[in-house]
């Protein structure tokens, strides 16, 4: 059984003192926390750490960034934290720099694989969706990394040329049509398992942003342009600017990411935005260019509902305001009400089903300290029994779920209830927070 460091469970105390009279949450707090530290990490013979997502035995450059972010609390008192934490980062620039275009790898170059699909596989793929999030975790939890403990010891020279491939990328889709190379099939059935027009996906034209294959859900997106991983992405290059300046000393770099981020964001504002009749101006999940556009939110991240979270925008950004009271309301085709519990879904899990990654997002966006209040209760509410958390559940019948072992779950439960007191990692947006509404 892996030995659980102090560090760890000091924090797991300080919820406890937070929370004297409340052993559900406390024993789902300390369940959930650690359980990306016992059951996925696994360190590798060149002192990178390969990240596991759970029940599939692949890392996800997403999931993995995700799952060990709240671990930063701790990475100052505890040099193996911070070690675990650089060997993440760098594992996943070496995997960045092996195909910018894969989404999920293998610990070794075994040829395993999700499927056998139509793309440039090599032994190291699990799958090859092209996913715009890929790109923009690494660099946050480097970001983030930096800002809590000052240690620059994982932007190097790999990270450095992580950073220009980034961009490289991003301004290759921007072009998509003209200059991508890019292209996926996959022999299903499923539309959203695979992109049309012979891989290339659908239709779209230049408007600044830069083109998605596949939502964080690995989903297929209707439209190329998926708005709020092109908000992430003018997050992740602002602080690829800021690091190539600061510690990297290239500021013809800095200068080409910002320039980018404004061209991304501008495009985002200028294309990716609704006059909606009943809410006014607020943001599309998905455009193309071309006129069309799909208005729901997912909730797998980067989501429209969590742009305040990953820095986009402010949390009471008027337009951002807008697009929450949308896509927390029936109008969004994947927002479900049950007899326990409602929220955001996926249309990568059943009807009815929300997801719990989408509740935390909710409760850490929301200004309403009301609101905050009820998501944690949901949370007490919709464990199935497992003293876990999972990816969707039956908002009607929680123990009816999918997913029983899905880290990233567990910690975006475990990031809520640590923002819920006041402890947020040094360098999120979540720090800059202040106005609750009592």
Same mark, same amino acid.
């Given at each position: 059984? *892996?030995?659980?460091?102090?560090?760890?469970?000091?924090?797991? !105390?300080?919820?406890?003192?937070?929370?004297?009279?409340?052993?559900? %949450?406390? !024993?789902?707090?300390?369940?959930?926390?650690?359980?990306?530290?016992?059951?996925?990490?696994?360190?590798?013979?060149?002192?990178?750490?390969?990240?596991?997502?759970?029940?599939?035995?692949?890392?996800?450059?997403?999931?993995?960034?995700?799952?060990? =972010?709240?671990? %930063?609390?701790?990475?100052?008192?505890?040099? +193996?934290?911070?070690?675990?934490? *650089?060997?993440?980062?760098?594992?996943?620039?070496?995997?960045?720099?092996?195909?910018?275009?894969?989404?999920?790898?293998?610990? $070794?170059?075994?040829?395993?694989?999700?499927?056998?699909?139509?793309?440039?596989?090599?032994?190291?793929?699990?799958?090859? $969706?092209?996913?715009?999030?890929?790109?923009?975790?690494?660099?946050?939890?480097?970001?983030?990394?930096?800002?809590?403990?000052?240690?620059?010891? &994982?932007?190097?020279?790999?990270?450095?040329?992580?950073?220009?491939?980034?961009?490289?990328?991003?301004?290759?889709?921007? $072009? &998509?049509?003209?200059?991508?190379?890019? =292209?996926?099939?996959?022999?299903?059935?499923?539309? @959203?398992?695979?992109?049309?027009?012979?891989?290339?996906?659908?239709?779209?034209?230049?408007?600044?942003? @830069?083109?998605?294959?596949?939502?964080?859900?690995? +989903?297929?997106?209707?439209?190329?342009?998926?708005?709020?991983?092109?908000?992430?992405?003018?997050?992740? %290059?602002?602080?690829?600017?800021?690091?190539?300046?600061?510690?990297?000393? !290239? #500021?013809? %770099?800095?200068?080409?990411?910002?320039?980018?981020?404004?061209?991304?964001?501008?495009?985002?504002?200028?294309?990716?935005?609704?006059?909606?009749?009943?809410?006014?101006?607020?943001?599309?999940?998905?455009? !193309?260019?071309?006129?069309?556009?799909?208005?729901?939110?997912? #909730?797998?991240?980067?989501?429209?509902?969590?742009?305040?979270?990953?820095?986009?925008?402010?949390?009471?950004?008027?337009?951002?305001?807008?697009? =929450?009271?949308?896509?927390?309301?029936?109008?969004?085709?994947?927002?479900?009400?049950?007899?326990? #519990?409602?929220?955001?879904?996926?249309?990568? *899990?059943?009807?009815?089903?929300? /997801?719990?990654?989408?509740?935390?997002?909710?409760?850490? @966006?929301?200004?309403?300290?009301?609101?905050?209040?009820?998501?944690?209760? *949901?949370?007490?509410?919709? +464990?199935?029994? @497992?003293?876990?958390?999972?990816?969707?559940?039956?908002?009607?019948?929680?123990?009816?779920?999918?997913?029983?072992?899905?880290? /990233?779950?567990?910690?975006?439960?475990?990031?809520?209830?640590?923002?819920?007191?006041?402890?947020?990692?040094?360098?999120?947006?979540?720090?800059?927070?202040? $106005?609750?509404?009592?």
């Amino acid at each position: 059984m *892996t030995t659980i460091p102090a560090s760890l469970n000091k924090i797991i !105390d300080e919820v406890k003192e937070a929370f004297p009279n409340n052993d559900k %949450l406390n !024993d789902l707090f300390a369940r959930c926390f650690v359980n990306t530290y016992e059951t996925t990490l696994q360190p590798m013979e060149d002192g990178t750490t390969f990240v596991i997502t759970g029940d599939i035995p692949a890392m996800w450059l997403r999931d993995s960034a995700a799952q060990v =972010r709240p671990y %930063l609390l701790a990475a100052n008192e505890d040099e +193996d934290i911070k070690h675990m934490l *650089t060997g993440v980062v760098n594992r996943q620039i070496k995997f960045l720099l092996h195909d910018p275009y894969a989404n999920a790898f293998n610990s $070794k170059p075994s040829g395993d694989r999700y499927h056998e699909d139509q793309t440039e596989m090599t032994p190291w793929l699990w799958e090859r $969706k092209y996913e715009i999030d890929s790109l923009c975790y690494p660099i946050q939890l480097a970001y983030l990394l930096w800002k809590t403990t000052d240690s620059t010891d &994982h932007l190097n020279d790999e990270f450095h040329e992580a950073v220009r491939t980034i961009v490289h990328v991003f301004k290759t889709e921007q $072009k &998509h049509e003209e200059q991508s190379s890019y =292209r996926f099939e996959r022999e299903t059935q499923l539309h @959203t398992e695979t992109l049309i027009r012979d891989g290339l996906g659908s239709e779209v034209a230049y408007t600044g942003m @830069t083109w998605c294959g596949f939502r964080p859900s690995d +989903d297929a997106c209707t439209y190329g342009y998926l708005v709020p991983a092109n908000m992430f992405a003018v997050v992740a %290059l602002t602080y690829a600017a800021e690091i190539s300046e600061s510690v990297l000393e !290239d #500021a013809a %770099l800095a200068s080409e990411c910002r320039d980018l981020a404004a061209e991304i964001k501008e495009g985002i504002e200028t294309h990716g935005t609704i006059d909606h009749p009943h809410f006014g101006k607020i943001y599309a999940y998905e455009v !193309d260019g071309l006129g069309n556009y799909l208005l729901m939110d997912d #909730a797998n991240v980067p989501s429209l509902l969590a742009a305040p979270y990953l820095g986009y925008c402010d949390f009471d950004d008027e337009v951002y305001q807008n697009t =929450r009271q949308f896509i927390l309301s029936r109008n969004n085709p994947f927002y479900y009400e049950g007899s326990v #519990a409602k929220g955001i879904g996926s249309p990568h *899990t059943p009807d009815h089903y929300v /997801w719990h990654i989408a509740l935390a997002i909710q409760g850490m @966006t929301s200004i309403d300290q009301a609101e905050k209040d009820e998501i944690f209760d *949901t949370f007490l509410k919709t +464990d199935g029994g @497992t003293g876990f958390m999972h990816e969707g559940f039956n908002a009607s019948k929680p123990e009816e779920f999918t997913r029983e072992w899905f880290a /990233w779950s567990n910690t975006m439960f475990s990031e809520f209830v640590l923002s819920y007191i006041g402890k947020t990692v040094t360098g999120s947006p979540l720090n800059k927070q202040e $106005k609750v509404v009592k």
